[in-house]
Nanobody, 115 residues
């Protein structure tokens, strides 16, 4: 049973920073791409950033220059460093791991940015 354990969410003032982390209980050899998504109540889940096994990254336009996605040396932990946070960044953040067989989702971690 593959598990994704997220951490790092919380409450922060606008302009502040947070670092989210997601650890996958799976060998990095099985991972194709790791993602961070976010979702607010009543809205669809949206892609925030992704990083491939080869290290290629992509970002949504609304976070470019503010968020950085990275993996650790073992490549089965994906982090999302968030700076210059805005109230509109408030959401539940989810990590997703794409493997050769299927996708796995984390349970989500709440990020709240106060104005």
């Amino acid at each position: 049973q593959v598990q994704l354990v997220e951490s790092g969410g919380g409450l922060v003032q606008a302009g502040g920073s947070l670092r989210l982390s997601c650890h996958a209980s799976i060998s990095w050899l099985s991972i194709n791409t790791m993602y961070w998504y976010r979702q607010t109540p009543g809205e669809q889940r949206e892609l925030v950033a992704s990083i491939s096994s080869g290290g290629r990254t992509t970002y949504a336009d609304f976070v470019k220059g503010r968020f950085t996605i990275s993996t650790d040396n073992d490549k089965n932990t994906v982090d999302l460093q968030m700076i210059s946070l805005k109230p509109e960044d408030t959401a539940a953040y989810y990590c997703k791991v794409s493997t050769r067989w299927r996708d796995y989702w984390g349970q989500g971690t709440q990020v709240t940015v106060s104005s």
